[in-house]
């Protein structure tokens, strides 16, 4: 026992120190818009906040110790089904999980929303046990793009599609997508809305285009003889690239202005305030002064250009000088700061 | 090739580097060795833009280090100490990526990839994305992305560690082979025998100050005696636990 006391006090130390993932929710823009205009409705509302608070807190505890490291531990068979059974009691939610089963048989809570967010929890757990190589595969076959970063865009777009930001985005692209095959009309005034909201979903990640890029992918950067802004503008256009095939359904256009905007806001928590990121899970946002900042700024850009596509010139004009300010920042190794 | 004069690099209080000086001229193999914490990867850093120095100065291939970024880049080729890999890229892609960059057309940069690929054995796992390669697929990756710009200036940060003796020689005789066209190759390494077969200019440091440079010092007797002599000796204590009341 006395092994088993120690390995689980280490795993309670690590777990209680990996925090990260708990801030995660509250700073996605998609979460705060949920909370701030969606409280009127219900059991939704709530099954959103399940998924985005639930998911990234979901992870196994025992994880946290390398498999080969666990494997050469001379613990007896019994011993490790012990800690099978008893680590996944280091994470609160195992005890928030078992107190809802609790009241859900008292029929205080639904049990279809005890199920849903079992579900979420479980799926969380034990996703990066299942092998992920068949979605790999999916994207080598991302196609070529010309120019000499052709590269850098297509591994910043496999970034991209490992967030989960990117799956909340398509799944409204889709559901406006099969509504307009399906003939349905979709009300002229829905249009703004419903693509400021696809590309809002994928807006945090505009605020931390370099979480995913390791400490490794940080110093290739600097050595590829390369101008900071092509390196920005790499992870940029993965970015629009995604906006804009994702609001081809509803206002490509309005979706790029949209992505232009939150780019232009994003750049400076990006570069400045690198925040590392973990996949499979939403992105976090700098702060909540950002993404407000981004929301305002996403819907004024694409109301302007659905008044005028004209205004998409000035729009371009202050992203670039973005890109071109915050590419030089780059260059001054701010990022590895 | 390489010059560096009272180059120094400061973290806090700690001093990393300490008033380096050094050169080498072209074509040639030079080792830098010493401890872990010695300073070495500091200084590849240093010499390749990577890092900032506190103060001295330092040029490569003729240009400032700190006054030509871009141009330097062009003219050098890096294995860095963390290799410098994209997970979501694959070994070939950025063999690709690397020719792209360098200016390089497309035939010429399929052309040298497919070259790489079969002479470092990496041709079977080429369309192994880098974040589930192994570590010695790993390094070889980022060494054949050193070499594909045909640099004048080579940089390895501890370029045999985890590689296996077949690579180790292929990479041995390749590097003998390019310092002999005129590239100058700047390696740090902690496997001595191979730094003794490879390298005509040896520099060894200690608490980031050189303690010998053969270029201005003779080596007078075995590399691995000279660096037990002059950088650190090893622990004499022993583990007398060790093997004994084992129940």
């Known amino acids: 026992m006395a092994r088993l006391r120690a390995i689980l006090g280490a795993l309670f130390t690590a777990f209680r120190r990996d925090t990260k993932s708990l801030g995660s929710f509250a700073s996605n823009n998609f979460f705060l818009m949920s909370l701030l205009f969606l409280r009127q409705a219900g059991v939704f509302v709530y099954l959103i906040v399940g998924l985005v608070m639930f998911f990234p807190l979901s992870t196994d505890p025992l994880r946290k110790i390398p498999p080969v490291r666990l494997a050469l531990w001379p613990l007896s068979p019994r011993e490790r089904r012990l800690l099978r059974i008893a680590s996944p009691w280091l994470n609160p939610l195992t005890w928030i999980l078992a107190a809802l089963a609790v009241w859900a048989a008292s029929g205080k809570v639904t049990v279809a ?28 076959r991302i196609p070529n793009l010309p120019g000499p970063l052709n590269h850098l865009i297509r591994k910043n777009l496999r970034e991209l599609l490992s967030t989960l930001d990117f799956y909340a985005a ?34 945090s990640y505009a605020q931390s285009l370099f979480g995913l890029d390791g400490p ?37 256009l309005l979706g790029l202005a949209g992505a232009l905007a939150a780019l232009a806001v994003g750049h400076a928590p990006s570069v400045n305030r690198r925040r590392e990121q973990t ?10 002064g950002n993404g407000l900042g981004q929301l305002v700024l996403m819907a004024g850009a694409a ?11 000035p729009l371009l004009a202050g992203y670039l000088g973005s890109t071109w300010w915050y590419g030089l920042v780059i260059e001054r190794g701010r990022l590895d700061s | 090739m390489i010059s560096c004069r009272d180059l120094t690099r400061r973290f806090g209080d700690f001093t990393a580097v300490d008033h380096l000086t050094l050169e080498v001229a072209g074509g040639a193999i030079c080792a830098l060795l ?104 790993r390094k070889k990756t980022a060494f054949a992305m050193a070499l594909l710009p045909n640099p004048q ?62 270029s201005l010092v003779e080596l007078t007797q075995p590399l691995e005696d000279m660096y037990f002599d002059l950088v650190e000796s090893p622990s004499a204590e022993d583990l007398a636990w060790l093997g004994c009341g084992r129940s």
Not at chain 1, 188 to 199: F, N, R
């Open chain 1, 113 to 140: 929303l005890w199920a849903a967010i079992a579900a979420v929890f479980t799926l969380g757990f034990v996703a990066p046990s299942l092998p992920l190589a068949p979605s790999k595969e999916l994207w080598r």
């Open chain 1, 170 to 203: 398509l799944i409204l692209s889709v559901t406006v997508l099969v509504s307009r095959v399906a003939g349905r009309r979709l009300p002229q005034e829905a249009l703004l809305p419903i693509t400021v909201l696809i590309v809002l979903a994928l807006s």
């Open chain 1, 216 to 252: 490794a992918a940080l110093t290739r950067y600097h050595l590829l003889p390369v101008r900071g802004w092509q390196v920005l503008a790499a992870k940029d256009a993965a970015f629009l690239l995604a906006a804009f095939v994702l609001t081809l359904p509803l206002a490509p």
């Open chain 1, 279 to 288: 996949r499979w899970r939403f992105s976090s946002g700098a702060s909540f």
């Open chain 1, 303 to 313: 109301g302007l250009v659905q008044a005028n596509p004209l205004f998409l010139l």
């Open chain 2, 34 to 137: 010493g401890p872990n914490g010695a300073g070495k990867s500091t200084t590849v850093k240093m010499l390749t833009g990577l890092l900032p120095p506190s103060s001295g100065q330092a040029t490569v291939a003729g240009l400032d280090v700190a006054k030509n970024p871009l141009e330097i880049k062009r003219r050098i080729g890096v294995l860095p100490e963390d290799l410098g890999l994209f997970d979501d890229l694959t070994v070939e892609e950025h063999l690709l990526l690397t020719g792209r960059i360098y200016g390089l057309t497309s035939h010429e940069t399929t052309l040298r990839t497919e070259q790489l690929l079969r002479v470092l054995s990496l041709a079977d796992g080429r369309n192994t994305f880098a974040g589930y390669c192994s570590n010695g697929m």
């Open chain 2, 153 to 214: 200036v080579l940089f390895l940060d501890e370029p045999f560690e985890s590689i296996d003796p077949l690579t180790s020689k292929i990479m041995h005789d390749l590097l003998i082979s390019v310092a002999a066209r005129g590239v100058t190759v700047f390696l740090t390494s902690h496997i001595l025998s191979m730094a003794e077969r490879i390298a005509n200019q040896f520099i060894m440091i200690r608490g980031g100050k050189i303690v010998w440079n053969s």
